[in-house]
Structure formats: C-alpha cells, structure tokens
Nanobody, 128 residues
Framework: QVQLEESGGGLVQAGGSLRLSCAASGRTFSSYSMGWFRQAPGKEREFVVAISWSGGNAWYADSVKGRFTISRDNAKNTVYLQMNSLKPEDTAVYYC?????????????????????WGKGTLVTVSS
C-alpha cells in the first residue's frame, strides 16, 4: 500500500505561482511512476504531468507545457509540482497519483481510471 498526501494549494492571481507537494508513505516510493491530475468544477479529471520512478523523464499535457515543472525527491518520499504563469483555466482540485504503469502513457484518457493510488486532492484557485 502507498498513501499520498497533497499540500500547497491556495488562491493566487493570474500570472502568479504555486508549488504543490505530494508526500508518500508505505511501499517503496521509488518503485512507482508519479504524477498529477486535476479536476475543474463540472469537468472530468484530466492528466497534467507524470514523472518516471527515477525522476529522469517527465511527460506534460500540452495545456501546461512550459509553465509547470514536476520533480521528485526519493530521499524525502516527495513529488513536487511547480506551477508558474497560472491562468484562471488552471483552477481545479489537483490530485497526486502513483502507478506502476510507465509515465509515458499517463496522457491516455483511460489512465485516470486505472491509477493504483490517489491522494485526496488540494484546491488551486486562480483569480483573473
């Protein structure tokens, strides 16, 4: 079992920045690809970004590429999401996820239904 807990959400103006954290406990943290999904009000949960177990590769949704950066610190059992140049369209609950599937396929729309582990989410609100 793996337990995930997100933190760092809040209210920010458009153009601002936030950094989200996801702390993991339980099974060997480095055995999993990790990443983030988000769900805006009235919409389906969507893929944001994934990172390989080693941290050497990352894959981003086109909507956040160039603005968001994912990283992981296996010594601290933590994954981070640095979000810059935030837009109102980024407003959503952000969920940390972990899975044995390679992060390169997380963009597939069915991936949201097959993640091994989920955090409870943290709310990000971007005002215009």
């Amino acid at each position: 079992q793996v337990q995930l807990e997100e933190s760092g959400g809040g209210l920010v103006q458009a153009g601002g920045s936030l950094r989200l954290s996801c702390a993991a406990s339980g099974r060997t943290f480095s055995s999993y690809s990790m990443g983030w999904f988000r769900q805006a009000p009235g919409k389906e949960r969507e893929f944001v970004v994934a990172i390989s177990w080693s941290g050497g590769n990352a894959w981003y949704a086109d909507s956040v590429k160039g603005r968001f950066t994912i990283s992981r610190d296996n010594a601290k059992n933590t994954v981070y999401l640095q979000m810059n140049s935030l837009k109102p369209e980024d407003t959503a609950v952000y969920y940390c996820a972990a899975d044995y599937k390679d992060g390169s396929i997380w963009y597939l729309e069915d991936s949201v239904y097959s993640m091994d582990y989920w955090g409870k989410g943290t709310l990000v609100t971007v005002s215009s």
